[in-house]
């Protein structure tokens, strides 16, 4: 058995293994043996079916069994051994000629693969990329102070509602006359939100009101949906479909929300026991926090236009039939004008795979285990903060952390994204690099 490498051009190859039925004549003769002890044939006692049958039965099945397993460990074992680059993986060729099994004492398979081009990544300060940096004004430390007082704040009683209101109220059940149902539904200390009411009619009953009001009104009008009114009334489901709508409402009380106050425990909610004593440091903070926000957003920017940089100054060619045809045969159901439409942002993505995956070999960029887990953290730190828990113990964190990194995917995907993000620092670093100020508005037109 061999496998010789025939070059078609720069990017293409074929790979040619040739087997004798010589070669796989053992494994075959053992795999009809076992298949003589466990078949199952009509006339023939278990395991004592002849051998001859067996090959007629059987025969060019194992025969392709055993060749399919010799061909895939020889082209393993070449590629390894030869060390080649190769996009993708190895396909049948189109030209392969049909095999006859039961014939046949050579067999000859051709495989097509592509090759990775050769090239070179020049980092000199010749080359410049933008960074963009954001102007924190007035404005925006005032709109960030307001989000966090509306995250921290609270319910406090008032005498009259609005339609921001929140009513605590008795539900008592009525019937067309307006008079209350002996063994009807009735239900205490119930929250109400005005704005959550649908009906604009209903809504306005409850707009304006105070304390110990009455209000007739349908349940059902006001909140279409069964399960918002079972979770109301504290019932079953089930219960709501034929139950009479119409309740009386007796308001108890009347909260309006109310921002946090600018106060250490305000500021303890927001950054943590003690981490800010005073509004300078938190407005500090607060400038802090907008900078670190920008500057993920401008990393990523720069990200952007580094790819675009030196997959346009690159030009990679890359051998495009060979990636259509394997495109298709590892996502079977993809049509022919899906492919044409995401074909060219495949070719764009695999350039700067290619690009980065080689800047990284050569300068040994990688990313450890801590790395990784710390990146974890960090991610994670950023999904409970869009939840309003900017304060997350550690302990919490590492043990969060580690189950997300159990799951190969998701610590796959996050490897890379830290291996690009080393990779576009360490050309940042390689190449001149400008700061530009631009306002938030400007800053946002880039991703239009």
């Not at 209000?215 to 009114?229: G, H, Q, R, V």
Request: aromatic share 10%.
């Amino acid at each position: 058995m061999e496998v010789v490498k025939n070059q078609i051009d720069e990017l293409n190859a074929n790979l040619v293994v040739s087997v004798a039925k010589q070669d796989i004549s053992e494994n075959v003769e053992k795999t009809i043996k076992d298949y003589k002890r466990k078949a199952n044939v009509a006339g023939f006692r278990p395991g004592h079916v002849p051998v001859g049958l067996i090959r007629k039965m059987y025969g060019n099945e194992i025969i392709a069994e055993e060749l399919n397993k010799v061909v895939s460990n020889a082209l393993s074992e070449f590629l390894a051994k030869e060390e080649l680059n190769i996009l993708g993986e190895p396909l049948p060729s189109e030209k392969q000629q049909q095999v006859d099994f039961g014939t046949q004492e050579q067999f000859e398979f051709v495989f097509d693969i592509a090759l990775s081009p050769e090239f070179e990544v020049k980092l000199t300060k010749h080359d410049k990329i933008n960074k963009y940096v954001i102007k924190v004004d007035d404005e925006m430390i005032s709109k960030y102070v307001e989000s966090y007082q509306q995250r921290f704040g609270s319910f406090q009683e008032t005498e009259k509602s609005d339609e921001e209101s929140m009513l605590k109220v008795n539900l008592v059940q009525i019937d067309e006359k307006a008079e209350e149902i002996e063994d009807g539904v009735k239900v205490e200390d119930v929250s109400i939100s005005v704005k959550m009411i649908k009906d604009e009619e209903i809504k306005k009953q409850f707009i304006g009101i105070t304390k110990d009001t009455y209000i007739d009104f349908d349940l059902k009008k006001a909140y279409p949906n069964d399960a918002e009114i079972s979770s109301l009334l504290k019932i079953e489901k089930n219960q709501v479909e034929g139950m009479l709508p119409l309740f009386r409402a007796q308001v108890v009380e009347v909260k309006e929300f109310a921002k946090a106050e600018l106060n250490q425990d305000f500021y303890n909610q927001c950054f943590g026991d003690n981490a800010v004593t005073n509004e300078e440091e938190f407005n500090k903070r607060i400038v802090e926090d907008i900078r670190a926000s920008f500057e993920r957003e401008s990393k990523y920017k720069m990200s952007i236009d580094v790819r675009e940089k030196y997959t346009n100054k690159l030009n990679l060619k890359l051998p495009e039939e060979f990636l259509k045809r394997w495109i298709k045969a590892t996502n079977r159901d993809i049509t022919n004008e899906e492919l044409d439409a995401e074909f060219p942002q495949f070719l764009t993505g695999l350039q700067w795979t290619l690009i980065k995956t080689k800047i990284a070999k050569e300068n040994e960029i990688n990313v450890g285990e801590e790395e990784l887990k710390s990146a974890a953290k960090q991610q994670l730190l950023a999904q409970f903060s869009q939840y309003g828990m900017s304060y997350v113990p550690d302990e919490y964190l590492d043990k969060y952390a580690e189950e997300m990194l159990s799951k190969k995917e998701e610590a796959n995907k996050l490897y890379e994204q830290e291996i690009e993000e080393k990779v576009v620092d360490f050309i940042a670093e390689a190449i001149k690099t400008e700061e530009k100020e631009v306002t938030i508005d400007e800053f946002n037109e880039f991703f239009k």
